[in-house]
Structure formats: structure tokens, C-alpha cells
């Protein structure tokens, strides 16, 4: 996601500057230290997300949050607590208070991130290789050798086949969005698996490569279903 910060404080400006080079969703694409400043490039359509102050000159966050995109999530960052209801009334995507942590601001991207709608391609297959970055280094893993996916809060685990597990920062809809859903099946909140894995299927648990025991939740017993009835030579419910 392409983001800009708008702040006429510098050192607020660079502080969330600084966490959205360090995120892995997220792209620099400029700091602005007013309002009017930032009306042409952010009109445009250029940015997906905009860190935005409340209290400045001429133009401040509130009045300028009516002016974006519908597209462009807005978060706004500000030392009062006292605008909130008006921040969301504009339509405000998440509401921090400075000083900002990155454990505060990573929350709130993820949450941005989880709400915004997927694209995903049209493909007969996945990708023969994803990159996951794990321990601040991409490391190239061969689709084929996942096993499942598992969500933690703004963190996802990716379990391999040859027992290695790799942890990101990213989320369980990013990562449905790449993996084709032919060899690939959410049959959890918190899991994706290879279905190419499984090894058994239960009323309320798979089993798959490795002994991994991965709940099915009602939500997504229907996908589970409709793979039996897919694979199955034989008439039976699930």
C-alpha cells in the first residue's frame, strides 16, 4: 500500500515516516507538512492510505479528510482525544493518539489491511514460489511445499513440509489473495492449508502431512464439503 504521512510537526511527521519504511505492507511515497501541500497527489488517487494530523493551519485533518477518496484510507494521528466522533463521521479508517508506538500503528494498518477488499487473479494454479520474509530476509518458498498457514493476531505462520516453520508479518487475507484456492482452502479463521496435505478429513478437524491438526469452523465447513463431493467417487455427506 502506497501511504503518505501529512503533518506540520517534523519530528511527528518523520516518527511515522520511519514505521511505514520498516512495514512490510506498506511504501513511502511521501511526507507532506500541510494540508495544502498534499491536495494535489492525494486528490489523485495516488495514495492508498494517508497518516493524517487534525490540528494545523489553513486546511486542518478533519476538513481535509472530507476532500480524499473514497479509495484512500485515512488514519489520523493526533495528540487529542477529543475529535474522534468527528474523525469518524468523515470517514476516518482508525484514530491513534501521539506519541504513536509501532506496536499501535502496525495494529491499525493490519486492521486497514483486513478490511479492504481483495483482488484476486483468475489462475488455474498458484504460483510455483511465493517470498515470505522471516528474521528481516525474503526467503523463496516453493508453494508445494506448504503445508498450511496459520493466523496470530498481525503475524501469520507458514508450516513447510520439512518441519520448518516461518513467521511474517503480514495477513491471512494477503496471503489468500496469492495462493490459488484450487490447491489451496481457508477452512478457518486462523488457517489455510495445502490440500495437497491432507492426510484424513473429520467432521470438525483435518489432518494433514506431519500430523498437523487443523480445525474446521462452521463458517468454512461448506469448502470442506465441496472438496469431498469434488475428490469423492462416492455419494456421502460430510
Known amino acids: 500500500?502506497?501511504?503518505?504521512?501529512?503533518?506540520?510537526?517534523?519530528?511527528?511527521?518523520?516518527?511515522?515516516?520511519?514505521?511505514?519504511?520498516?512495514?512490510?505492507?506498506?511504501?513511502?511515497?511521501?511526507?507532506?507538512?500541510?494540508?495544502?501541500?498534499?491536495?494535489?497527489?492525494?486528490?489523485?488517487?495516488?495514495?492508498?492510505?494517508?497518516?493524517?494530523?487534525?490540528?494545523?493551519?489553513?486546511?486542518n485533518g478533519v476538513e481535509f479528510a472530507r476532500l480524499v477518496p473514497r479509495s484512500t484510507r485515512v488514519i489520523f494521528t493526533?495528540?487529542?482525544?477529543?475529535?474522534?466522533?468527528?474523525?469518524?463521521?468523515?470517514?476516518?479508517?482508525d484514530y491513534l493518539l501521539k506519541?504513536?508506538?509501532?506496536?499501535?500503528?502496525?495494529?491499525?494498518?493490519?486492521?486497514v489491511h483486513e478490511r479492504m477488499p481483495v483482488a484476486v487473479a483468475q489462475q488455474p494454479d498458484p504460483a510455483e514460489h511465493i517470498l515470505v520474509k522471516h528474521n528481516h530476509?525474503?526467503?523463496?518458498?516453493?508453494?508445494a511445499d506448504i503445508v498450511c498457514l496459520e493466523g496470530l493476531k498481525d503475524y501469520v505462520k507458514v508450516h513447510l513440509g520439512d518441519g520448518r516453520m516461518l513467521v511474517t508479518l503480514c495477513s491471512m487475507r494477503s496471503f489468500e489473495s496469492l495462493l490459488s484456492s484450487r490447491k489451496f482452502m481457508r477452512v478457518h479463521r486462523s488457517y489455510i492449508i495445502n490440500t495437497d496435505a491432507i492426510r484424513s478429513i473429520e467432521r470438525n478437524r483435518l489432518t494433514l502431512v506431519g500430523g498437523h491438526e487443523v480445525p474446521v469452523s462452521d463458517g468454512?465447513?461448506?469448502?470442506?464439503?465441496?472438496?469431498?463431493?469434488?475428490?469423492?467417487?462416492?455419494?456421502g455427506g460430510y
Open 99 to 111: 506519541p504513536v508506538s509501532y506496536e499501535e500503528f502496525n495494529a491499525a494498518v493490519m486492521r
Open 220 to 235: 468454512y465447513r461448506q469448502a470442506v464439503a465441496d472438496y469431498i463431493a469434488a475428490h469423492n467417487p462416492m455419494a
Open 1 to 59: 500500500m502506497n501511504c503518505c504521512v501529512i503533518d506540520d510537526e517534523p519530528l511527528a511527521a518523520g516518527l511515522i515516516a520511519s514505521y511505514i519504511e520498516k512495514h512490510p505492507l506498506l511504501t513511502l511515497g511521501g511526507i507532506f507538512h500541510s494540508a495544502q501541500e498534499a491536495v494535489r497527489e492525494v486528490m489523485g488517487g495516488k495514495f492508498d492510505m494517508v497518516f493524517l494530523d487534525i490540528k494545523m493551519p489553513q486546511l
Open 137 to 143: 530476509k525474503f526467503e523463496q518458498v516453493a508453494t
Open 78 to 93: 493526533t495528540a487529542y482525544d477529543s475529535h474522534a466522533i468527528e474523525a469518524f463521521r468523515v470517514g476516518a479508517a
